[in-house]
């Protein structure tokens, strides 16, 4: 189990493994960003809802695709005028399936349903959301926080 974080003068990106117990890692960088970028209380609590439904989303495409040692990259870039954030799975060889634990649902994102839903639910929580999911279990989620919205 490593966390890795990295910090350039464009960028910082936390990687974390593609395990559920890790998203509050996740929550917690991204509210030290909100904080760099300047958003508010409420523009944080909508940035951690949404960092915790897309890394939720990017875990559960892990499992499905039976990913051995998988992580999450999480990137985030302040700008100007916003936060956004990257969010995506780091693939590894893949393993035959194994029997989810009770923190990982059985499901993955595998229909075009459950794909607009989970940009719905993003879209609630965050700006310019774009969701790609590949047959090959590999997730991609990329979204913005404005400072004036």
Known sequence: MQVMANRTAEATELRIPADPQYIVVAKRAA??????????????????????????????????????????RINFRVQEDALRV??????????????????????????????????????????DVDFQAAGDGLVRVRLAKYRWR
Not at 36 to 43: F, K, N
Not at 93 to 121: F, H, Q, W, Y
């Open 86 to 127: 990257e969010v995506r799975l780091l693939g590894s060889k893949p393993r035959p399936p194994v029997e989810p634990g009770p923190r990982v649902a059985a499901t993955a994102l595998a229909t075009a349903e459950a794909i607009d839903m989970a940009i719905s639910m993003l879209s609630c929580f965050a700006e």
């Open 31 to 72: 509210a030290g960003m909100a904080s760099v970028a300047g958003l508010g209380l409420e523009a944080l609590d909508e940035l951690n809802i949404a960092i915790a439904e897309a890394c939720e989303h990017t875990i559960r495409a892990a499992v499905a695709a039976g990913m051995a040692d998988a992580k999450v």
